[in-house]
């Protein structure tokens, strides 16, 4: 499937969608032990985020979007389409920080790579310090690559 010319962002989900991480437990029953595998799936993350005038801390579990839970704490971050489309949400790694983008209509290798992450569409892989309201910059890298830039002409 293609969006106005770019594949869809099932073709990225594989980059982008570490496996749960898994471990064995033992169970002693009274008359025998079995071992069953859990994964990491409730694990909660520490956010910073570097708003324009203030830093604010959250926490937000592997299976939220960092957005939803920046709005449960009280803040109120950019946002339009909450789709992982338009740009509005963006933000900026400034740690090593890991994110899934998978919910994410369109997201490249590139903005990856450029430390770019869409707040309304990304769940933790780790904790995480994002400097928020990147949306300028975000569609600015994006032209560069003459990737997808929707609403380059917005002066927001
Ligand atoms: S609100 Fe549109 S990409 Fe996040």
Not at 34 to 61: F, G, T
Not at 72 to 95: D, K
Not at 99 to 120: I, K, M, T, W
Request: glycine share 6%; aromatic share 8%.
């Amino acid at each position: 499937m293609a969006l106005l010319g770019f594949p869809a962002r099932q073709d990225y989900r594989g980059l982008m969608t570490p496996e749960p991480e898994k471990f064995q437990v033992a169970l002693l029953l009274p008359n025998e032990e079995r071992s069953i595998e859990v994964s990491r799936d409730e694990h909660i993350w520490d956010a910073a985020l570097l708003l324009p005038n203030e830093e604010r801390s959250i926490e937000v579990s592997r299976d939220e979007h960092i957005w939803d839970a920046a709005f449960a704490a009280g803040i109120v971050l950019p946002a339009m389409c909450h789709q992982g489309y338009c740009l509005t949400c963006a933000g900026r790694l400034e740690n090593e920080g890991e994110v899934d983008q998978s919910d994410s209509l369109v997201y490249f290798p590139e903005d990856r790579e450029a430390g770019f992450v869409l707040l309304c569409t990304g769940k933790p892989r780790s904790a995480l310090r994002i400097r928020t309201h990147q949306q300028k910059q975000m569609r600015e890298s994006r032209k560069q690559k003459n990737l997808l830039a929707p609403y380059s002409w917005s002066k927001d």
